[in-house]
Structures are given as structure tokens and as C-alpha cells.
């Protein structure tokens, strides 16, 4: 796997002063200001309750940084990291406020991100050893693409494209619409730059014998059976990428990747995946 | 279940508009501009794929409006409607562009929605014909938790506070820091308003007791056991309202509810809940 | 009186960054980038010129660290403290042109906040020595409900509800459009969370002796003489909280008060309180 | 006095929306979806209760229409317009929960702004006759100076500068700082454009004589009595703009107008001035 | 030339919504509202008064369209059509006050965009007949890449990469602290998704021999002589797309482009391409 | 000139951050992220590579600073300053990445703002010696008219009106809708502040009279020639500010200076400067 580069902080900022906003309301954290004298200061472990990959410390940690700049973290685990249950994976320590405030928020993005993360790590665990890649769609969460589909590089698997615009990809209705798969793909190789790669769904091996013909960068074979898949691959012989797409679990996952496709999309990762149970203990 | 009021679109609209221009980025969608000519027009059927519980409309119709003015929808289920299998939520009409550059956006919201919808049903069906109700937490997705506790409704489920301002939950990590249930209680009824409630998470029969003796006006039992919750119940008398919280499954929510409680909260319909399969058919 | 809690900066912020570009437009401060000189550093005392209650200390200061960060502030009094005239309340410290840019901007909100505190004050006074709270209403600035909500706090009020959202008070409107007391108030708890508390407007005590049956949690007893409100607070007889409502003033109060009414709330400390005149003396 | 041209509405809804969405928090009107049947159709009178002048129509019509395009509105009365108890200002026709959703809003808007209109109006009409005109500051509630210098129009009165960047006042600050008037203007002069008034603020005859002498365009005599502003309006002869500044009231107005300054500036009609008492009343 | 295909007004309203407002500021537009009766009509011709390539139309009229929306707009030509002086653009008719107030913002968008198209037309010309095409870079204006690209593509050119997040463009720099193209390549296509194109800028043919072993997309030949352009293209040999970059003119353009370079990239069309006049003539 | 007194942080920084998220994106710096190691710093000068005029150092720091605020900047040259080619204007110091994540973004910037100050110093200098002012207009890119502005300042111009809202500009359409130049003036007059100047387009000598008659503060002469200048300039004889506007160029400017009048305006210094070629060099 390659590194994992964090996102720049300009990027989660807005994610994260969003959410806290959203649970601050217009009165503020009414429990904590009550009960909690303003001058104590805490530390609190940030605590795996469950196996799994961690993924977004950073969202985490700003929530924190967000309501009180004094609060000071430090990261015992990094993004992509496996833990065991009880693991520790930061310590934020400030005033107790602070610390209670921005609990909630913290864990919110956490454990979503590292569900993500973790439900990709068990598909990419279940084909280890074999060549093709796990990769997620655009079923993501509305406005949170960008973490969500970090949080899948985080797992070990890759990124689809990112949203309409950096990619092409040529769907059953567009073909339909075009009027065939060649008319669909000239068409677009007319109007989009030399740096937008191609996809084409295609549903027969007549249809993904026309898309080569034309030289489709990347097929979509949707909902093929492994053996229509394995005529696919030979088929396509390296002239394009190839990837499967349907109900794809840990289960289906290795005889799928065993018809030698490039990739695997699933779906399931991003919108379905439970979140991690990842808790906040104080410390004394 | 009382009537599901909808929420007005003023407050719906930043959400999806933020969605959408998420999708599209900065070029739009490429495949669908260079591949369906402009006039075409096109009838698209919303159609679940699996059984469950319908919850979002207004939020799938809104992203086809906010693309193009001119589409027409028609509802045909509404929310908090079971739904079977192939059975057509609601019909759209309109610009093939617009339809097809929408319908990501749209299905997002729609799936991840009912899919919280639909586990909240499977927990209050589980436990129908006693008195319990299913109670959602702030386990929300950031940025999302005024349609995802809309959705807990439509499932016929029952909202906990929407945030750190509405209501008082005071936990054990703020008893510790205020020096015990009395002082906790006291500082807050000094502090807040008088249309805020005030509910105290207690671990111990000898903490309710503290709690029932100062007025709190709702107890969060955590992770007692049925045996513990019974007492619990019969310890409060009907003086304060009771709530379960724990890891709740529709397995073990029956014996829960036999135990007298009131609500019984549960972060997984809104943390964990898979998205519910919903797609668009094109209708000639 | 409870302590009272400051809000998080992250909630100020954005009111204040925004009233600071509203007064800098599109160029700046043109007069003190032509006639101050850059490498100048001032000092200058917030100071107030009439007695009255200080709030919004933190508005005031962020809107100085907003223009320039190496400001240097120092409070002399809190928020809630009263103070006469001439008593110096911050020193502030820095760039005089960040002092004098930021100047009108910070006295906008303080004198505002400090004049709703002041006004919420006077009121307080006037019933010292009974058991009766003043509050608030939703009659505030639109957009600045957070702070003057937070103003009356400060003033030694409490607040009624924030918006339409985190209780429930059923007016006259809502209870003839609903048919009734009764199915209006029943309509409501079927339908909001158990930690949303119902509040009726009655006009008579037949309408009082309705919702008292069905179990509201307080009564608003709206434009009554003080012989109904006494009427009205024997009959509720602890079973509900009692607000009285009407053209309250620092004159009519303390008989108001004298009718044994829980709550006294006035529109008139939020949306017509004349500000409190503070102001920024240099100090060589 | 000039025609009162409205502000295009694109200047008025970021404001309306902002305050619905505070009001309707994340939960949207509880009392309103639980007790009013989603078919019912009201009408509403905006009814003044109090002798006044009406600013803000606009702002008050738009919350209606923002909550629900439906909504049909016909206004009686214009902003300028002078009121008298009892007289209706608008119809307002639609679904009732729409009405009632949107009416605090509506109602903060529209009373705030005529209560600074009819404020304006009281002192213009105390100087009746005399040329002195009555003009605001910069003493608006943040984030609202637009609509609250529009009220003052509303109300009679004209605009001193909307902010830091749209004209000079050199004050005695700057005075100071800058050493003295003479260079203070000179800087100023040679930093702006030629479409830029300049305004000295003058304590004595000595500092106008200085400030004339170097031509500025307007000179605010702070704090001046009445015989030092008529020896002012002498020497100044008609060759800058006098404006008289101090605790004006409309008891103290009409000698200073007599003192023959062109303008009267006044902070109280933005800061303090009362709401003016406007509410809805429901029409069969 | 592709079909240009409008981008959804969803992306193109808030840049003119902003614009607006940035033109309005606090007092909306003084002049018009003073001058013109509200009640007047009029009618006006957008006009080219210079020869140029149209692209923004849906900018300028959406202007139009957000001050009043009654504003009825019939475009006469379309994006990317060619224009003669004085030749009619679209009309625009409605309240003058609209007109006159929109006016500045509409053309200030479509004079910037047609200024492009027209550059950007202006070297498509000059290399007529060649398969070169002409495409842009990343210089384009803060926040204003979405249009600018767009009109680039109205001109006849074509896009490269709309970000640093839509495709790999491995320069000099990245190359340094990669230790050499082969790493830089290789740990690029560890961490991409099959969607990313990868580009390499390459100085030299030694660069470019190590570039096309490991597998480029593309390579860009950065300030290249027009031999070694040649030679490097008969290295390519059709195994990589190949980009010409350096100042590029109308009068270098076509030599460049008979060395039989896919692709030439220009930063002026963007970043310094004069605005094109177009102008609003009153029609009676 | 006058000294170029920097626009605070605050104005700036909303442009900068939206420009930076811009070309992130969704899925940030691809390359940057893949190719650099994160522990890697270093040391990048702003280099001019044309000679021209700098504008907007701080809005190009500040895009480093806002990737990563451990990046330190050092100025060497600043805002208004001539530089020759090869001249450094500034260095960057700090980790790898953030240098080249910002590189564009900072570039963008300041080659732009410098461009426009090159172009409005290079007409500044050829009328040297003469009394008339180089004056912007309203032709600025949508969304940065406050930066575009400053860089008019910083290349030795000056401005003209900022908004709609800050100065009144009466134009041909005005004057024919409102029935001539008597009637605009007077209804104008009648509707602004004090601090508000009024500048009339005329187009004769009879519409000069007539404006001067009237007393307008600024007189607009819209294409005359230069014979009709200075038969203008004699007639006002300093009643009032003379504007000669029309397409100015540096060749024209001196003899249109000549004829005396105090401002000529142009647009082109705005809509149409090419931008300055700036460059960031590695320095090991």
C-alpha cells in the first residue's frame, strides 16, 4: 500500500466547525457549563472498543483544537493503523469543558470514518494475494466525500472517481441515450481533456468487444457472473483496465477476484458500512 | 404514531444544494453532456429494491428540482410508508440531462435515510404492543442529524435531544466533576430555562434514588440489566421517565421493554443502520 | 444566581468576522490607513459612561483579535458585573489602527448586549425578594439570538425557549386550529421527545383548568389582571410552572410578582432595551 | 423627501433565511406540525398596535414567502407610511402552519425597523420647518446596517456613511495621532479617490478654523452648545457641510436646528430606539 | 469542435449572486433608485462591438434574472459562436431599475469569459488543419476556474486538469524530491485510483526514455525547441499523449504545432486574455 | 502617493481560502501527496521574471500560511514596488508540501494584482509631470473588485467608486429616464447622504452647463476629443472634478492629461491587464 497523506487542514476545517456548531445550537453545551467549573482540566484516552482500522484522528483531534486552542493532543496510532479492542489510539488532555463539548463531535466523524476504513480492510483482507484492488463508488454520505473516500484509501482500498466532473464514466442509460456504446464514447472523447480517463459499463461481452474496439480506458462489468467475468478478462487481455461491480462481500470476494479482474467496486463501504466503537475514558 | 410533519424546504435546500455541487465539482458531468442530447426528454420510476421503510422524499425530489426547474415529480409513496420490494416511490420527469446529473445526489439521500428509517421500524416492530418507545442519540452523521432524527420518525421512532442546548443529559463524567448526582442537578435547575429538561444518567440503584430525591425529570438507566432495569422501574414509581440504554438488537429490544422502561435509546439506527437498496428505472 | 458559562468562541466568531466586514466594505478603514501611522501602538480603556450590567465582554475583544492577532486585552470586569460610570471595564491593547478599526464594531455589540443585561437587571431589582424569575421571549434581532439570549443571563434572567424547536408552546392560534386544550396538547406529545416540554397559552381559567387535566408542563397565563393571576396560581397549585406575560415594566412588576407566578417574561428587555452607552477612551 | 426606492430582495433574503433557520433550529416548528392539519388555509392581518412609521414590509412579506412560495401577500400600507392603532399594513393568505411558522420572524424583522423609522420620524418632525436634516451612524446592530440605515430613510431621515469605506471622518483620534488636523487631511487627501468625502470632526472654533482653512468637505461639531454652533455655522458661511452631533432628543432637537446646521446626527434611533408593537392577527 | 454543453445554473449562481452583492454593498444602487420610476420598462441589445468568440451568456442573463426576475431575456446567439462588431447578442427586457442595476456585473462576466473564448479562439485558428489541439492550465483567475475552463472550450480548446486533485502532473520539483521520474511515477500509481491520469513534465529526452519505460499517460515538453519537440514525439511514438509547453503565440503556434505535438498548453488565454467589449445599448 | 496602507487579514482571507479549496478540491494535492516525503522542508523564492510592479504580497503568503501555518515568509520587496527581472520579491520556507500545494494558488494571485498594477504604472508614467490623477472603474473581475482595487493603488492610480452604494454616477440612461441632467441631479440630491458625491456623464457642453448649474461634484466627460476636453476643463473652471474617460492607452494618456483635466479613467487597467509573470524558485 502506498503512503497515506493526510488531507490539509483547510480541507476538514469547515467539516468539523459545521458539526460542532450543529450540536452547540444557540445555547451552548447547557450540561457542561453547569456542571463543570471552568477551571479543571482533564485528559482523556481516545479508546478502540472493538477491532479495527482507524481512520480520521485528524477530524477528531480539530474538534477538540476547534473549541479550545489549549487543548493538546498526542497521537498513539495513525490512520491505517490496525487496533484491538482497549487500544489506545490519542490522548487529549486541556480543560474538561473543552474535553466534554467537543466529545461528541469528535467520535461522530471517528467512528464513521474508521467503520469505513474497517469495512474495506476486512474486503481487502478476504483477497489478499491477489492482484485486484478494492475500490469504493460515489455512494457516499452527502458532503462528506472527501473523508469518506479517504477513509477507504485508509482501509487499503482505492478511489472511483470523486464526482462527475474528473472522470468519465459511460453508464447503461448514456449508452441507450447515445445510441450505442461507440457514438457514447466518440462522443465524449471529443469534449473532454486529454487527462480524463473513460469508463464504459458494459453489460455482454458484445457490448465490451465494441467498447475495446473503440479503446474504452477502464470496463465496468456490471453484475456478471464470475465465469462471464473470466471470458471479460480474457477478453479485454490487458487492453483495459477491467472492474466488477455488483453484491460484492467478504464472502463473494475472493472467487471474484480470482476471474483476474483489475478491480473490485463496492458500494457497501461507504454507505453501509456500521461505525467503529471508538470511545473517549477519563483519565485521571 | 402521530402524524410525520415535513420539514420545511428552507431547512433542506443548503443540504442539497451542498450535495449536489459536491457531485459535480468543477466541470459538471462530463459523461452526461457529451453523451445525451440536450433535448431529450425522460420518465424516471423510484423504486425500492428491498423491502423497508421510505423516509427522504422530499430530499430526492428536491435534488431533480434544484438541477432543473422544469422536472416533474410525482409521489407515490410518502414517508414513513412501508414499501415492498419493485414497488414505485415516485415517478420524475423531465430534461434526460437533469435526471441523470441528479440521480446520485438523490439516491444518496433517499438510501441512507430510509435506511435509518427502516431499522428504527424493525426495533419498534420488535417490541410493539408494549409501551416502550424507540428513542434515537446524537450518534447522528455530522451535518446531518436534522434529517437522519426526521428519518427516526418516519420509522416510528421518537427523538432525543438534537443537540447539546435543547435538553440536560447529565453523565458520568459530570457527576464525577460536580461532585455527585446533588450538585450536578442543583448547578443545572440554577442554570437553564424552564422548558429544559433535565435527565440524569445513573449507573446504580443508589443513584436513581439521589436522582428521583432531587427531581430529575428523566433517568438514562445504562447498560443495567433486566433485572437491575425492573428495579429501576419500580424504584421510580412513574416520578420520572425511564430510559434504557445499552446495546439494543431487535433480538434482545422485547426483553428490554418487558421490563417496564419507557424509552429505550439506541445510537446504532442512526450510526450503523445500512442504507436502504432504492433505484431509478428509466420508463420509456 | 448560577455561574454564568461563556459561549465557546466558535460560536461568536462568525457573528462577529461578519459585522467587522460589514463596516469594512469593500476598501478598509480609509481614514486611519491615511492618517495613522503603521509602527504606532496604543492603548485604550473600555469604559463605561452610564451605570448598568456588562455582557458580551468576549464579542468586544474577539472583534479587536479578529483585525489583529499581537492585540493584547486584559478584563478588569466580567459579564453579569455592574458597573457606574467611568469604571474601566477591559484594557486593550496594540496596533492603533487595529484599535481604532475595530473600535465601532466592538462597541456595537457590547453596548447592545450590555444594554439588554442592564434592562434584564432593573427588572430583576424590582422583584428582588420573590420567588418569581424574569425571562425572555423569541422577540430578539434576527441573528443574534445566541447573544442576547445570553445577555439576559447575564442581566440575571433566564431564558425561554430558543426557537420553535427545543419546546413546545401551544398559543391561541395553534389550540383553535387544532380544536381545542385538549386535542391540541395531546397532538403535540404524541408527536416530540420526551425531553421537549409543553407549554399552553390559556386566557381563562376554564382554559387553565383544561390543560391542568391533561397534564401541561407549564401554563402562560397571557394578559391576565393580577387578581386572574392569583385566581390562576391557586388553581395550578405547584402542578405546573406558571409564566404571567403582558406589558411588564419595572413599575407593574414587583404586583406581578406578588401573585406567586413562577415566570415573568417581557419582550421589551430583547427587542427594545436602549443600549448601554460604553466607550473606548485612549490612554496615552 | 426623496421617493423611498426598495432594496432588491437579493439584498434582503440572506438576512430573512439566516433568521428562519435560527428559528427553526434543527427541528423546524414542533407546535405549529403537531397541532395544525397540513390542509388548512388562514389569513393574517399585519396589524399595527401602536402610532408609528412603517419600515421593512419587504423583509416581513419575505419570511412568509420563504417558508412557503404559496403564500400570497398585499400590502395596505408602504414603508413610510404613517400608521395609526389598528390599521392593517398587509394581508397575508395561505397554508396556516406556513403563517405560523414564519410570524416571529416577520414580526422581529418589521418591528424592528419601524420602530426605527417612527424614532426618525418623531425628531424629523420636532425640526419641521428648519433645514437641519436628521441623519444616523454607525451605530447599528451588527450585521443589519443595511436595513437599519434603510428604516432611518423610512422614517425621514438621511444616511451618514454606511461604513469604514465609503467616506472620510477623521476624528479626534485620528487627529491626534495623525498630529494634527492640517496633515491628518492632507494624508487623507492624497490617499482617496476623488469620489471620497472628507469629514473632520471639530471640538473648537480653533480646530474649524484649521479644517476649513484646508477645505474638507463636512465638519461634525461634537458636543458643541448651541451658541458655540451658531459662532460655528457663522465662521464655516456655507463653504462645508455642518452637522451638529451630541445627546440629541426630540425635546433638545428643535434648538439645535435653529442653530442652522445642515444636519443633526443621532445614534439613538439605530441603537435604542423602541420596537414598534406590529402583530398578526388572524382573519377568519 | 465537441458540443459545448451548458454547465447547471446551480454552478454558476453563486459566483453571481456574489457579484451582485459585491456591486450593490451596503446601499444598493444610489443612482438608479434616485433617477429612474420604478414603473418604467425598457428594453435592451447586448452588443458585441468587437469581433470575438461569445461564451457566458447564462452569466450574463442569470445578472438579469437574480435583481428581478420578471426580467425576460432571447439570447441571439449562442456560446462559442463567432461575432462581428455590433452584432446582437440577446435582448433583455424589463424594469429599467433592473436593467440599469444588473447591467456592470453581466458584462463584467461575459466580456472576461468572451475575452477568453476569443483568445483562446484566436490560436485554435492559427494551428487550423493540424491535429494540435489548444488547451489550458491551472492560470486562471481565484474562484473563477469552473467559467473560465468553460469558456476556454467555448474558444475551441480544450481542458487540462481542473485541479490538484483531478489528475497526476509530476513536475520538476516533485521529480527533485522524489529522487527521479521512476519513483516519482511509481509511488504516484501506488496511491492513485485507476480513474488518475498521470502526466510527467519532462526537460529532457533522457527524462522522456525513462518516463515512457515506466508507463506514462502523458508527458508535457516543457520550453523545448521545435527539434527537440520533433525528436521527442518520434520517441513517444504514439505510446504517450504529448504536451508542448512554453509562451506560446499565434505566430509561434503554428510551427509548434507542425512538430506533431498532441496537445498545446497556454497559460495566457487565461490569465491575461483581454476582456472582449460587449456593451448594453437602450432599444426604445 | 500617498503610503499604500495594507488591507487587513480579515478582507483577504475569505478570496485566499476559497481559491485554495479550489484547487484541492475533493481529493487534495494527488501529486504532491504521492511524490514528496512529509518530513522534507524547504526553501522557495518569489522571483519576478518581468519587470512591472508588485501588488498582493500578502494575499500570496497567506496561501502558504493557510496550508500550513508552520511555513515562515520573509518580504523583501513590497506592495507598489518596482522590481526588474530576476529580482526576488520574497522567500518561503517550510515543508516541501505545503510550498507546492500553495504554489499556484499564491502565484494566481500575485501575478494578477501585480499585472494590474504594471498596467496602471506604466500609464501613471506617461503622464508624469501632469496634474491628472489614473483612475480605475467598475470593470473588475467578479468577486475581487477590493483586491483589484489595492493593486490600482499599489501601481500608483487612484479610485474610482467601489459599488452602486458608495458615490453617485449619473450616466446617458439616467439622464434620459429621469428627463434630463436637471431633474437626475435634483432627485439624486434629494435621496443620498451628505458624504455621498455626485459625478454627472456628459457628453456636450450643454449638458456640462447645465450639470454645472446644478452643482455636481464631478463631471464625467465621456469620448470627447481633446480639443472638446479642454473647451470642457476652461468651462468648468474648477467648479467641479473633471473625468476624461474613453479608451485611454499609454500613448493617448499625455496628450488627453494635457488638456488639464484632474482624472482620466480607464478599464482596461482592470478587465484587461495581463498578469505579471511571477515564478517560485527552489532554493536547495
Not at 482523556?44 to 477530524?59: C, E, F, P, Y
Not at 484509501?153 to 441507450?176: C, P, Q, S
Not at 457514438?183 to 458494459?202: D, Q, Y
Not at 472467487?255 to 470511545?279: F, K, M, N, R, Y
Request: charged share 20%; glycine share 8%.
Amino acid at each position: 500500500m502506498a503512503d497515506l497523506a493526510p488531507l490539509p487542514a483547510i480541507m476538514l476545517e469547515p467539516l468539523v466547525r459545521n458539526a460542532l456548531l450543529e450540536d452547540l445550537g444557540r445555547a451552548g453545551d447547557l450540561t457542561t457549563a453547569a456542571t463543570v467549573p471552568s477551571h479543571v482540566n482533564a485528559t482523556m484516552a481516545l479508546v478502540a472498543r472493538q477491532q479495527g482500522v482507524i481512520a480520521g484522528l485528524d477530524l477528531a483531534l480539530l474538534a477538540f483544537n476547534l473549541i479550545d486552542k489549549s487543548v493538546v493532543t498526542e497521537v498513539k496510532r495513525s490512520d491505517g493503523d490496525a487496533v484491538m479492542p482497549d487500544e489506545v489510539v490519542a490522548m487529549i488532555s486541556g480543560p474538561a469543558r473543552a474535553l466534554l463539548t467537543a466529545e461528541r463531535t469528535a467520535l461522530n466523524f471517528i467512528c464513521r470514518t474508521s467503520g469505513i476504513a474497517t469495512a474495506t480492510a476486512s474486503i481487502v483482507a478476504a483477497i489478499r494475494g491477489q492482484k485486484a484492488q478494492i475500490i469504493c463508488t460515489r455512494k457516499t454520505t452527502p458532503g462528506l466525500r472527501t473523508i469518506e473516500k479517504y477513509a477507504v484509501r485508509a482501509g487499503g482500498g482505492a478511489n472511483h472517481r470523486f464526482g462527475l466532473d474528473d472522470a468519465v464514466l459511460i453508464k447503461d442509460n448514456h449508452i441507450a441515450l447515445a445510441g450505442g456504446v461507440r457514438p457514447a464514447i466518440e462522443r465524449v472523447r471529443a469534449g473532454v481533456g486529454h487527462l480524463v480517463k473513460i469508463e464504459v459499463e458494459v453489460d455482454t461481452l458484445t457490448q465490451l468487444k465494441e467498447a475495446l474496439a473503440i479503446g474504452a480506458d477502464a470496463v465496468l462489468l456490471d453484475n456478471m457472473t464470475n465465469e462471464e467475468l473470466r471470458s471479460a478478462v480474457d477478453m479485454v487481455g490487458g487492453r483495459a483496465i477491467t472492474e466488477a461491480s455488483g453484491r460484492v462481500t467478504p464472502t463473494t470476494a475472493p472467487a471474484i477476484a480470482a476471474t483476474g479482474v483489475d478491480l473490485i467496486s463496492i458500494g457497501w463501504i461507504t454507505h453501509s458500512a456500521p461505525a467503529l466503537d471508538i470511545g473517549l475514558d477519563f483519565r485521571s
